[in-house]
């Protein structure tokens, strides 16, 4: 009750939202099966949630609409801010108790004074139950007090204050009303309710204020002394259960402005004496906290669906691991394709078909070379002795070369040996099977680079004028060859790269690129204009998806100052400072050039969505994305190392999750 319902229902509330009763308390019921809810609660060491359970379900009851014996389903009207009354009944270990409440929401006075007598005659019925005493005095004891303060409230005062509970959830030979004789004995429990029914509302707010119900009820145990009450955890007290969401201003009645008043002035006084109000803070930290969780649900949720739209089909895929498959390799399709070699019977390399034939029982044997693992001689005096391995499922050779068994009744060979007196043939063999092996692994991890890609379209030059080019610009990563500066090209459709003079070209088109990246020279010995693209390209015999055009900021081939002796000491350090003002003057021309370049780039490229993003620089700090220590910038959409190869560049909106280490948060002393 206090630890759920109390703060559910002021959420609600607070941010005006709509719920049902019915939803509410099934939403309460559902935390009966929530461990962790249980884990937070501070709880004996021995409490099993598993032997749990509900004796009465729970009950919201607003609107109107009150049953203060809780044997009324709740109603599927929405949650009415005025008197709300919830009341839940657990069994553990077969032992029942029962809890109900109830909360004012801007009360009106005569509301309050009632709630205020009710919580009176409660605390005198729980005074009043000890051992010896009988029901009927509990009740009298109750009825006496509301005799004396109001005594037209009699009418809506129930014929019992409770009963016995315990295995059962109702005792009916033990009813506290005014006719029971019954004798309270020490270790009795009891549920004690003390409530008022179909009370009239004087001031009623709405439709569903005109008549309302106030119930307390905690589970109590008989002693000689002062009553044990179990469920005096969850208060009951007017300041706990009341809120004020008006301030008094607003619930006073509106008096009519005068002429010259400020219709709508900010009040004078803010009353906050309720819970709400002084716990203000604590609240909107919980609405925050609130937020931010429903916000990452959200996201989970979007990220969830974007992988099974990604995953989910197509993709031979299991769980994001590639399905294992047991593999079948063809070496060949008739008789006729065996080499001549065979007949003899001999070991024969076929490097054509990839395949080592193997003489087995007088017939010859045609094994692929991915089924080989390895192959070795051994020299045993005169002989020596050829051993083939071959792979197998189950073999253990490790999780990526690992094979399902089709057949588990299947047998596999592991490996065959061969004895032969020819030393220098069975060598020539071995060197044969491990060559093969290494150029049928390297065609298979060139196949597999090329995958990913896609072979572009052909790039449309300009026609009828010269493109716009930058001169004395060093590609990265580099070409094959002499280290040689070229030029780059802006044309209708893309940029080319011209290695030299007139040498080899690589053509990027705009709609290959992802991210277009200008990066100045202030604080670097390059200016960079750096493109990360969509597919990979090939550069030479390279893949890349990072594509970088740079010139040197600074000549290195002369020193203007250095080269000559300095006769004069002043006159020296002038030429060095003219020297670092010329360097400075060289290094802002070069960063306005290669700016006003990337920016016709992407004004060439606005139909692809190009725009040109500059790191920042102050928001850099150092990592380690790749073996060394460097500094790692933001832009506007990416996070990019762009100095040092490996280059990188990760797309904001693609990042899932950010751990962060190494944080150590230090308190100043002021």
Known sequence: MANYFLDEMSAILDEDKKITNKALAEKVSNKIDDAKFFQKLKVSSSFDAMNLDWSTMPTVQSGGQYDIKFTAEPTDSNLHPGVIICALG?????????????????PNKSQGSNYKLLLQMHETVLRTIKD?????????????????????LEKHFPKSVGYGIGIESRDGTLIISGKSNRTLKDGMTLMITTGFSD????????????????????TVRVTTGETAVFTKDAPSDPESVSFFFKDDEEAAPKAKPKKDAKVGAVAQSNITKTRLRTDRSTNQDAEKDKQRREHQKELHQKKQQQGLERYGEGTGNLNGVEEKKFKRFESYKRDNQFPSR???????????????????????????????????HTPEGDVTSLRINFLSPGQGVGRKDDQPFEDPTAHFVRSLTFRSKDVDRIDEITRQITDLKKEVVRREQEKKQMEDVVEQDKLVTVKNRNPLRLDMIFLRPALDGKRVPGEVQIHQ????????NGGAQVDILFSNVKHLFFQPCQHEMIVIIHVHLINPIMIGKKKTKDVQFVREATNEQFDETGARKRKHRFGGDEDEFEAEQEERRRRVQLDKEFKNFAEKIADAGRNEGLSVDIPFRELGFNGVPSRSSVTIQPTTDCLVQLTEPPFLVITLADIEIVHLERVQVSHSIL
Not at 91 to 105: E, K, W
Not at 493 to 500: A, K, P, S
């Open 90 to 106: 657990l069994r553990y270990q077969s032992y029942s108790s029962m809890i109900a409440r109830t909360y004012l929401v801007d």
């Open 132 to 152: 010896g005493v009988t029901a009927k005095e509990v009740y009298n004891k109750a009825l006496g007090v509301l005799r004396a303060k109001k005594p037209e």
């Open 199 to 218: 009370l009239p509302n004087p001031d009623p707010q709405d439709k569903k204020s005109n008549t309302y119900a106030l119930a307390i009820t905690d």
């Open 342 to 376: 065979v007949k003899d019977l001999t070991i024969v390399v076929d490097a054509k078909a990839a395949t080592v034939v193997l003489p087995i029982m007088g017939r010859p044997v045609p094994f692929h070379i991915n089924t080989i693992k390895n192959a070795s």
């Open 493 to 500: 459709n893309g940029l080319r790269y011209v290695h030299g």
